[in-house]
């Protein structure tokens, strides 16, 4: 008995002692440091936050865009959180530094985008010892499950997450789950939702009713047609008083109603409105004095709008709130004529971006009209293409008038300027044409055959002067070899030096109206400085993915698809390994107007403080 009484005692005493030792609210069990102190662990906070940052830097993501969106272009993003979940073991200071960087930006990647991937594609098939050949199971919807489980038994864990993002398959298809697990993340900004949830789908109601009113600090969100009885409510019901962005597309709404629900939310700063909305005219953009007015912005984008024309943006900036914030516009098949654009930055001071998409079938007019003129503009995209039906191509006299603006001087900030026109560089580097009687052309006027020669040596001379040495790429004066070819006066192959106006570095963005898919082409102006002496340059026009594999000190990386939707490795240069594997998606040039991870679930793994859960979602 005495022995047995005993053994019942310890039992006893150390259930006692079990409470006591619980620290943040984490469980024993999960404890497993190292009792031994070490200079790392007084390292400051800042220092760990920084040093944590390089071991998974896609926790520094604070950006607003989905999964797919904000990838990383190279390395392992479920490795990095494996690593970074490893450091939190390491001690209590640097596990309290480590979690709130795992924690506060969330991504449940669906594979490694490495090597590891092969292995852990195996052991997903191998259920049962009789089963060598069974359907694997998604890991990214056991993530979600495990990450769950993990924030709603730790409130101190789901108060550290502000995002949270997933591929598309899983929010399509893990409704129920996601909803069970924004319900507990109170300071959620961003979570990547549903195609249903934006057009008010029924099967998304329970996740939108707690979205709606667990989640107080969205900053974002998207309303499209079908969502017009949701977003009418948001004028009553005073939720997401911090949101920041907001997508409006093809909403049937009263102007009034519109007002009313934009002046609910006194933190937005950014609107992409459009789709044919029937409430997007020039009232809406007037200022009234029975309704609310339409909220000062930083960025604004209005797409498929015909009915907005330059008055309505010009009314709505005549407002000293608006103008004075407002720093990026795109237009995108808008009522917003070419022409027009001038009003429009006469009245922005301080717009800094300016992109504009339009499709046109008459020519640019030909009466006089004022330069485009702004001394705070930075980047503009002018993206004129000809209508398909128009039988002569006529943007190329819009891109005259963009060509008069920049040599005119009248956008002294500009850096970045897109164009649909190949020729647009040659505009900017016209040379002028010889005096009458300049040696050469007989005292007269230069006759056929002269003129077709002095054009190809003018040619060739701007093109060697342009792409200069194989080192530089460069000019920084007449070329000596082109100079002794060249019969026409040495002042007309300096003409074509960088253009008058020109007064700060510009990239040239260009391309062919006739192969939108096609990569931009990069065309780099260098104006001369009186400061330090240094003579004015132009690079040659060459494809943008040759600049930027010149410029990078990385060798170049092969990548070859498996037809499984993964990439073979491929052997790379001398004294390297294979390169490529089941990473690495490049940005692609595209259309558009600027051009611009991942362990299993089956293995085991040492759990941590951190959390119920966290070794496997992260993992």
Same mark, same amino acid.
């Given at each position: ?26 469980? #024993? ?54 690593? &970074? ?381 342009? #792409? ?37 570095? &510009? ?113």
């Amino acid at each position: 008995m005495g022995f047995l009484k005993h053994i019942r005692s310890r039992s006893k005493l150390k259930n006692q002692q079990q409470p006591e030792a619980q620290v943040y609210g984490y469980n #024993t069990q999960f404890n497993n440091y190292s009792s031994r102190p070490t200079a790392a662990g007084f390292l400051p906070p800042n220092v760990l936050n920084l040093l944590f940052s390089y071991v998974c830097p896609h926790t520094l993501d604070e950006s607003y865009l989905s999964s797919e969106e904000s990838m990383e272009d190279d390395g392992c993003m479920l490795c990095n959180i494996r690593d &970074l979940a490893h450091c939190a073991m390491m001690n209590r200071a640097w596990a309290e530094a480590a979690e709130k960087r795992l924690y506060h930006s969330v991504r449940l990647d669906t594979v490694h985008y490495c090597e590891r991937e092969i292995e852990l594609s195996e052991k997903r098939k191998h259920h049962k010892k009789f089963d060598r050949n069974g359907d694997p199971k998604d890991p990214t919807q056991q993530r979600l499950k495990l990450f769950s489980q993990t924030v709603r038994s730790n409130e101190y864990l789901a108060s550290l997450v502000n995002l949270l993002k997933m591929p598309y398959m899983t929010r399509e298809s893990c409704k129920a789950d996601l909803a069970r697990t924004v319900s507990v993340l109170p300071n959620l900004r961003f979570v990547d939702l549903p195609d249903g949830f934006f057009s008010g789908d029924a099967s998304t109601h329970t996740l939108r009713q707690e979205l709606q009113y667990r989640c107080a600090e969205i900053r974002k969100m998207k309303y499209l047609s079908g969502a017009e009885g949701s977003f009418t409510q948001l004028a009553h019901s005073r939720m997401w008083q911090n949101l920041e962005s907001l997508e409006l597309s093809g909403l049937q709404l009263d102007a009034d109603v519109l007002l009313y629900v934009l002046a609910s939310f006194p933190a937005l700063r950014s609107i992409k409105i459009g789709g044919n909305m029937s409430c997007l005219t020039d009232e809406v953009m007037t200022p009234n004095p029975n309704l609310p007015p339409f909220p000062p912005l930083t960025r604004l984008s209005i797409f498929q709008a015909p009915s907005l024309t330059a008055q309505g943006l010009v009314n709505y900036l005549s407002r000293p709130e608006t103008r004075e914030v407002l720093a990026s516009l795109e237009l995108n098949t808008t009522g917003v004529l070419a022409q027009e654009l001038h009003l429009v930055l006469a009245t922005a001071p301080r717009l800094t971006h300016l992109s504009v998409y339009e499709s046109i079938t008459k020519a640019f007019p030909i009466s006089p009209v004022p330069p485009l003129a702004s001394h705070a503009l930075r980047s503009l995209a002018l993206e004129i293409l000809p209508d398909h039906h128009s039988a002569n191509p006529v943007s190329e006299t819009y891109y005259n008038y963009l060509a008069s603006s920049l040599l005119s001087g009248a956008l002294p900030r500009l850096r970045e300027c897109y164009a649909y026109s190949p020729s647009l560089p040659d505009l900017l580097f016209s040379p002028p044409l010889p005096p009458f009687g300049a040696p050469g052309s007989g005292g007269g006027p230069m006759d056929p055959s002269a003129q077709v020669m002095s054009s190809r040596f003018s040619t060739l001379s701007v093109a060697s002067s342009r #792409t200069g040495s194989s080192s530089t790429n460069s000019f920084h004066g007449p070329s000596s070899s082109m100079s002794n070819l060249n019969p026409l006066p040495s002042n007309f192959s300096r003409g074509r030096n960088v253009p008058p106006g020109v007064r700060s570095p &510009l990239a040239l963005y260009t391309k062919s109206p006739a192969a939108p898919e096609l990569e931009w082409s990069l065309t780099t102006i260098d104006p001369p400085s009186e400061r330090n002496g240094r003579r004015g340059s132009a690079s040659a026009t060459r494809p943008l993915s040759l600049v930027m594999n010149e410029r990078s000190s990385s060798p170049s990386r092969n990548v070859v698809g498996n037809g499984f939707g993964g990439f073979l490795a491929v052997p790379g240069q001398e004294g390297e390994g294979a390169v490529g594997s089941y990473g690495g998606g490049g940005s692609g040039s595209g259309g558009g107007l600027l051009s611009p991870s991942k362990s299993s679930f089956g293995h085991a793994r040492k759990q941590s403080r951190v959390g119920v859960g966290m070794g496997e979602w992260m993992g």
